[in-house]
């Protein structure tokens, strides 16, 4: 069974602060972990992934996230954010090992404030 | 690269009637590919798993004979809604995998289904 819990349905920060966005999962074996933005009315976009190899790992657009076995989370962030980061951000997790089902979370949205 | 297209972006029909969503794989052979659905404001669900010439894996509570699902090619995996009612109106995505060993999933932009 896999699970991602996202901690805070909305985050709203102001244009040029640190994104923070959190991320739980749980896995009863070795998983990999992914973030995806969405813009309204369009698919997902995959902003970074996890698979086993580095813990940091860093995305597009500015984004990076660490895989912390210890604390079973994956927070993504930004260290300045920009106006064109608001959006809608899922975190997802799978079982590594072939494809497995993807299980999203329920989203964050985040809103810039300029 | 990685390209994944869907058709038509958004359709209205009117219930009672069967609506079709392509996705294809544009610059790669997808050998699984899979269909979700989103409700406004809320994640995406998995519904089936397609791959390339067998039938689809459908997640629990999902209506096979509703929502078919068929993956005649590498390229291409079609869902069929047939027989629509208001309560399918959803925005559906669907994703595919290269299997080039990343086991990534490549998104579409997604099709809006408005019943009527």
């Known amino acids: 069974a896999q699970s991602v819990t996202q901690l805070g349905s909305h985050v709203s920060v102001s244009e040029g602060a640190l994104v923070l966005l959190r991320c739980n999962y749980s896995?009863?074996?070795?998983?990999?972990l992914f973030w995806y933005v969405q813009y309204p009315n369009q698919g997902l976009q995959l902003l970074l992934k996890y698979t086993s190899a580095a813990t940091l790992v860093k995305g597009i657009n500015g984004f990076e996230a660490e895989f912390k076995k210890s604390e079973t989370s994956f927070h993504l962030t930004k260290p300045s954010a920009h106006m064109s980061d608001a959006a809608e951000y899922f975190c997802a997790v799978s079982n590594s090992g072939g494809y497995q089902k993807v299980t999203f979370g329920t989203g964050t949205k985040l809103q810039v404030i300029p | 690269g990685a390209v994944v297209s869907q058709h038509p972006s958004w359709v209205i029909c009117k219930s009672g009637t069967s609506v079709k969503i392509e996705c294809r794989s544009l610059d790669f052979q997808a050998t699984t590919m899979f269909w979700y659905r989103q409700f406004p404001k809320q994640s995406l669900m998995l519904m089936a798993t397609s791959n390339e010439g067998s039938k689809a894996t459908y997640e629990q509570g999902v209506e096979k004979d509703k929502f078919l699902i068929n993956h005649a090619s590498l390229t291409l995996s079609t869902l069929t809604v047939t027989s629509a009612h208001p309560e399918d109106s959803s925005f559906y995505i669907c994703?595919?995998?290269?299997?080039?060993?990343?086991?990534?999933?490549?998104f579409g932009p997604g099709t809006r289904l408005t019943v009527t």
């Open positions: 994703s595919a995998g290269s299997g080039s060993g990343s086991y990534e999933q490549y």
């Open positions: 896995s009863s074996v070795p998983p990999y």
